[in-house]
């Protein structure tokens, strides 16, 4: 048996607009809203978020399948030129709490409706926090990553040509 806790996390707002269906490219220049929970909380929720322009993001993939989750090894994108990489060698949805983290630019607050560019979750994503992004909790020191990685994301962040 593990010791490992375990807890409930609450959604505390959802994602509004943007993309309806997940992809694996183009997110650049997707917006829409992260609206948060008004029975919860008030405006004073937000005071001072304007000063920001990034957010992180973490929400929950709400639309994977539950039958497709991966604990070991595989490849990313199915792609056999790349090597085969574990769980935790991946940003990718098949994860056991199925969480996503996103980093994105911060456009309008209003009242409790955050506008947001750049957010890789879809419309009706349950969001489970909220943080400014500090420029201090950056990476410290040189940054490296594996080679499949860059190939794979060239496109991540690129234009999204759909209406």
């Given at each position: ?79 056999p ?24 630019r911060?456009?309008?607050v ?26 201090e ?27």
């Open positions: 048996m593990s010791d490992i806790e375990s807890f409930t996390v609450e959604a505390l707002g959802r994602v509004v607009g943007g993309r309806a269906e997940p992809t694996d490219d183009n997110w650049g220049g997707t917006r829409s809203i992260i609206r948060l929970d008004g029975e919860r909380f008030t405006a004073d929720a937000t005071k001072g978020l304007e000063e920001f322009s990034h957010l992180e993001v973490v929400f929950r993939f709400h639309l994977t399948d539950p039958t497709d989750l991966n604990l070991g090894a595989r490849r990313p994108r199915d792609n030129d790349w090597p085969e990489v574990g769980i935790f060698g991946h940003r990718n949805m098949r994860r056991l709490n199925w969480l996503g983290v996103s980093r994105c911060l456009l309008k209003d009242g409790l409706d955050l506008h947001v560019e750049d957010l890789d979750a879809v419309d009706g994503t349950p969001v489970l926090d909220v943080k400014p992004w500090f420029a909790f950056g990476p410290q020191g040189a940054v490296h990553q594996a080679q499949w990685s860059t190939d794979m994301l060239g496109d991540y962040f690129a234009p999204n040509r759909t209406p």
